[in-house]
């Protein structure tokens, strides 16, 4: 088994940053999303209890 460099390790560390960041990214949009999800049959609910 091959000793990591410390290059090796600051690689490591960066892309699992970056990774986090983009979950991050991902979570936000989804959040948005089904927010705006929930708002929008909110909407169709009570457009349909006023008929």
Known sequence: MSQNTS??????IK??????KEAKTAAD???DATS??????TQN???????
């Not at 892309?15 to 986090?20: G, I, L, Q, R, V």
């Not at 705006?36 to 049959?41: A, E, G, K």
């Not at 609910?45 to 008929?51: A, V």
């Open 7 to 12: 290059d090796d390790i600051r690689q490591i």
């Open 29 to 31: 949009i989804v959040n």
């Open 45 to 51: 609910d009570q457009s349909k209890n006023n008929h």
């Open 36 to 41: 705006d999800m929930i708002s929008q049959r």
């Open 15 to 20: 892309k699992a940053k970056d990774d986090e």
